[in-house]
C-alpha cells in the first residue's frame, strides 16, 4: 500500500515537472522567461523547453496590433472653444522585454500622452482648423507618441481623431452659418445660370439678326441683279425694235400715273416734256384721221354770240 501511494506520488510529481518544463508558445505571442526573478530569455513561438522550478514565465505578450480607444477628453482651442476630442490608438508591440519591464501600465500611459499631446496639439489651432485639418492632427500625434513609446517597446501605427464635439451653442452658430453659406452659394449659381442664358439669349439674337441682314442682303442683291437683266433686256428690246418717237412718248405718259402713287405723294410733278409728249399724240391721232375713210368730224361749236343792247341782230335777207 504505501509502494503504491509512493508510485503515485512519484507519477504525479512527473507529471508536473513535464508540465512545468515543456511549454508551447502560440502564434504572434512571446513569453518572457526570469530565471530566479531575473530577465533571461524570451521565448518565441513553437515547443520550448524550461527548467522548472528555477525559470518562470511570465504572462504571454500579444504581438499583434491592437485598437484601444480613449474616452471623448476636454480640449480648449485657440479660440477659447471647449471640445470633446475621441481618439483612437493602433499600436504594436515590438519589444516584449521592454514593454514588461519599462513600462508597469502601457495603456494607461498611452491614453495619458495622448491627452496632453493632444491638448498641445489643439491648443494651437482654432476651431475651424480643428474640424477640417484632422489629418496633421492625425501625423502629429502619432509622431509624438511614437518618439515617446518607443523605449518601452512600443509602436504607434496610427492615431485617429474619431469625433469633435463642439458646445451646443456653437454647432448651432456653424449650422446657420452653413445654412446662409449655401443660401449664398444657391444665390450665386442661380445668378450665374441667369447670366448665362441672356448671354446666350443675346448670342442667339445676335446670329438671328446677323443671319437675317444676310438674307435680306442676298435678297437685296438678287432682286438688284434681277431688275438690272430686266432693264438690259428691255433696253436691247427696244433697241432692237427701233421705236419712233411716237411710240416712245406714249409710253412715258404710261408711267406718269404710276410716279404719282403711293399715300407719301402728296404733289404730282409733270416733266418739262409734258408738252412735247402730248404735241408727239396730237400729231399722230391727226395722222391717223386723215389716213381713214369716214369723213372729218365737224369742229366743236364756238361760244354763242353776245347780244347786244338793242336787240336781236336781224338775220341777213329780212325785211326791213
Request: hydrophobic share 45%; aromatic share 4%.
Amino acid at each position: 500500500m504505501v509502494a503504491l501511494i509512493v508510485v503515485a506520488v512519484v507519477v504525479v510529481f512527473a507529471l508536473v515537472v513535464a508540465a512545468r518544463t515543456v511549454r508551447v508558445i502560440p502564434q504572434a505571442r512571446a513569453g518572457v522567461v526570469e530565471r530566479l526573478g531575473r530577465y533571461s530569455r524570451t521565448l518565441e513561438p513553437g515547443l520550448t523547453i524550461i527548467t522548472p522550478f528555477i525559470d518562470r514565465v511570465r504572462p504571454l505578450v500579444d504581438l499583434r496590433e491592437q485598437v484601444v480607444n480613449f474616452n471623448p477628453q476636454s480640449v480648449i482651442t485657440e479660440d477659447n472653444v471647449v471640445v470633446g476630442i475621441e481618439t483612437v490608438l493602433y499600436f504594436t508591440i515590438t519589444d516584449p522585454r521592454s514593454a514588461t519591464y519599462e513600462i508597469a501600465n502601457p495603456l494607461q500611459a498611452i491614453e495619458q500622452l495622448t491627452v496632453t499631446t493632444l491638448r498641445n496639439v489643439i491648443g494651437g489651432m482654432t476651431l475651424e482648423a480643428t474640424l477640417t485639418a484632422r489629418e496633421s492632427v492625425n501625423t502629429e500625434l502619432r509622431v509624438v507618441l511614437d518618439e515617446a513609446t518607443g523605449k518601452w517597446g512600443i509602436r504607434i501605427n496610427r492615431v485617429e481623431i474619431k469625433s469633435v464635439d463642439p458646445p451646443t451653442d456653437i454647432r448651432a452658430a456653424m449650422e446657420k452659418q452653413m445654412r446662409a453659406e449655401r443660401d449664398r452659394r444657391a444665390a450665386i449659381l442661380a445668378a450665374e445660370g441667369e447670366k448665362q442664358s441672356q448671354i446666350l439669349t443675346a448670342e442667339g439674337e445676335k446670329q438671328a439678326a446677323v443671319l437675317t441682314a444676310e438674307g435680306e442682303r442676298q435678297a437685296a442683291i438678287l432682286r438688284a441683279e434681277g431688275e438690272a437683266k430686266a432693264i438690259d433686256t428691255v433696253f436691247s428690246a427696244i433697241h432692237e425694235g427701233k421705236p419712233d418717237r411716237e411710240l416712245l412718248s406714249y409710253e412715258y405718259l404710261k408711267m406718269l400715273p404710276q410716279l404719282a402713287e403711293g399715300s407719301a405723294n402728296k404733289v404730282f410733278v409733270v416733266p418739262s416734256e409734258f408738252t412735247q409728249a402730248f404735241g408727239g399724240i396730237g400729231e399722230t391721232l391727226t395722222r391717223a384721221a386723215k389716213a381713214g375713210d369716214g369723213p372729218p368730224r365737224a369742229p366743236a361749236p364756238g361760244p354763242p354770240a353776245r347780244r347786244s343792247a338793242a336787240g336781236p341782230t336781224p338775220l341777213a335777207g329780212a325785211d326791213s
